[in-house]
């Protein structure tokens, strides 16, 4: 089974900045690559929801809740994704994790940790 290690959250103010990873060390690269791989986010009390996708060939999607603030991108040769998120509001607050997609949009592994993202003044 594939681990996903998420990293990058913390405690930041409205407006501010972060950038969260994602590995996937056991993960051998052929298996890696082709896969479509998605940033999700559960906020206390709230399903979680995918927010963005990056596909193999680096198409990307995102939530209209985040179009515009949130970049998603990946470096196949350190098996890692990452979400830059700027701008952030208060609303942003969740933990955020990293999965694979089926081809119907679900979730493929097992979850990892997650990350923590606080944004508060």
């Known amino acids: 089974q594939a681990q996903l290690v998420e990293s990058g959250g913390g405690l930041v103010r409205p407006g501010g900045s972060l950038r969260l990873s994602c590995k996937a060390p056991r993960m051998i690269t052929s298996v890696f690559n082709p896969n479509v791989m998605g940033w999700y986010r559960q906020a206390p009390g709230k399903e979680r929801e995918l927010v963005a996708s990056i596909g193999s060939t680096r198409i990307t999607n995102y939530d209209d809740s985040v179009k515009g603030r949130f970049t998603i991108s990946r470096d196949n040769s350190r098996k890692t994704v990452y979400l830059q998120m700027t701008d952030l509001k208060p609303e942003d607050t969740a933990v955020y994790y990293c999965?694979?997609?089926?081809?119907?949009?679900?979730?493929?592994?097992?979850w990892g940790q997650g990350t923590q993202v606080t944004v508060s003044s």
């Open positions: 999965n694979a997609l089926t081809a119907t949009n679900q979730p493929k592994y097992n």
